[in-house]
């Protein structure tokens, strides 16, 4: 590889290093999720281009002995302005960072694509916030092969009827009948089938396939009840929207 190369990339972190510099996580389809240091970038040219959440191309510098990168130049393809004027669109794309920091593997190219489109949704204030969170994480777990369709239980292998109710099994990491099940985090009929309808559909798309406020809200709670049994805890991110989500 080059010393000198460029990849498309999204700013996932951003923050403080050393007096002067600035350490960036990137994920790009390339190089999957990576950290980059701007020197000087706390005040440099560098500075407005590496928010979280930019997407563009980076110049990249690669220093072999270290093997670290540092950040040249940027030309900035989407910044998210409306994004990040609102405070719970960016505990969201917080949360979608950190969930795609955590769970780090498998397809970049996939992730990437997911990530930019849903926060290219997050900046447009007439597609709710919980809704792209619920359809990135439904994505999210497509992605990483754990549900595939929703006509049987994954453990037992039994067929689903039209009315159950699902709930979870904690080893793999998925949806099941109740008989398989170790941990209650119930997925109804209904949005069983919102989610089978939406299930291969670019997340653009399903993001404007009709679903009320309050199926829209469980089905939140649901996908945020999912991801903290996947990773073992709960999304800093989105400790802050809590109280508010319990007042809705
Ligand atoms: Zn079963």
């Known amino acids: 590889m080059e010393r000198n190369s460029?990849?498309?990339?999204?700013?996932?972190?951003?923050r403080?290093?050393?007096?002067?510099?600035?350490?960036?996580?990137?994920?790009?389809?390339?190089?999957?999720?990576?950290?980059?240091?701007?020197?000087?970038?706390?005040?440099g040219k560098l500075g407005g281009g590496l928010e979280p959440f930019t997407s563009g191309l980076f110049y990249l510098y690669h220093n072999r002995v270290r093997n670290s990168y540092s950040i040249t130049d940027v030309l900035v393809n989407k910044d998210v302005r409306t994004l990040k004027s609102d405070f719970e669109r960016i505990c969201i794309a917080n949360a979608l960072a950190e969930i795609?920091?955590?769970?780090?593997g498998g397809g970049y190219q996939m992730l990437y694509t997911l990530l930019g489109d849903s926060l290219e949704l997050l900046d447009d204030k007439q597609v709710p916030s919980k809704r792209i969170f619920t359809l990135f994480v439904w994505?999210?777990?497509?992605?990483?092969?754990?549900?595939?369709?929703?006509?049987?239980?994954?453990?037992?292998?039994?067929e689903y009827h039209q009315q159950q109710v699902l709930l979870f099994n904690s080893s793999l990491h998925a949806?099941?009948?109740?008989?398989c099940a170790d941990i209650d985090v119930p997925l109804g009929p209904g949005a069983r089938r919102y989610l089978v309808v939406v299930q291969h559909?670019?997340?653009?798309?399903?993001s404007t396939v009709e679903l009320?406020?309050?199926?829209?809200?469980?089905?939140?709670?649901?996908?945020?009840?999912?991801?903290?049994?996947?990773?073992?805890?709960?999304?800093?991110?989105?400790?802050?929207?809590?109280?508010?989500?319990f007042t809705q």
């Open 6 to 14: 460029t990849t498309e990339a999204i700013v996932l972190v951003n």
């Open 16 to 43: 403080p290093y050393a007096e002067l510099h600035r350490r960036v996580t990137l994920l790009s389809p390339d190089l999957g999720i990576f950290e980059a240091v701007v020197y000087g970038g706390r005040k």
């Open 100 to 104: 795609v920091m955590k769970m780090d």
């Open 139 to 158: 994505q999210f777990i497509q992605g990483m092969g754990l549900v595939d369709e929703f006509t049987c239980c994954p453990v037992c292998g039994k």
């Open 175 to 179: 949806p099941c009948c109740q008989e």
């Open 201 to 206: 559909l670019p997340i653009g798309t399903s």
């Open 212 to 245: 009320s406020d309050q199926a829209q809200m469980r089905l939140y709670r649901y996908m945020v009840s999912y991801v903290t049994t996947l990773l073992g805890q709960g999304l800093k991110s989105l400790s802050l929207l809590t109280t508010e989500e």
